[in-house]
């Protein structure tokens, strides 16, 4: 992952995968799953500027994970993993 940094409030997030089987035991095929909300953070830009042109740090960082929309982000591949990048403000929180 050494080789793409995101730029200003952007962030990358591998998704966590998501249970496989419900509580009564059924499995769930990959075509019925729902794709995660949860991710780990793998990389952080910079910042935003404010007004004053100052560059404002992001809240996460590398290794939280996080909460997120259920449309956020933009789906990538890097190095052969599928990834998402999305602006920090779509990430809803940070877990535990």
Known sequence: MTNFRPLH??????????E?????GIIIPD????????????SVG????????QIVALDVKA????????WSGTEVKINGEELLIMKESDIMGVIG
């Open 9 to 18: 409030d952007r962030v990358v997030v591998r998704r966590l995968n998501g």
């Open 20 to 24: 496989e089987k419900t509580a009564g």
């Open 31 to 42: 075509t019925a799953k729902e794709k995660p909300m949860e991710g780990e953070v793998i």
């Open 46 to 53: 910079a910042g935003a500027r404010n007004e004053q042109g």
């Open 63 to 70: 290794g939280d994970r996080v909460l997120f929309g259920k």
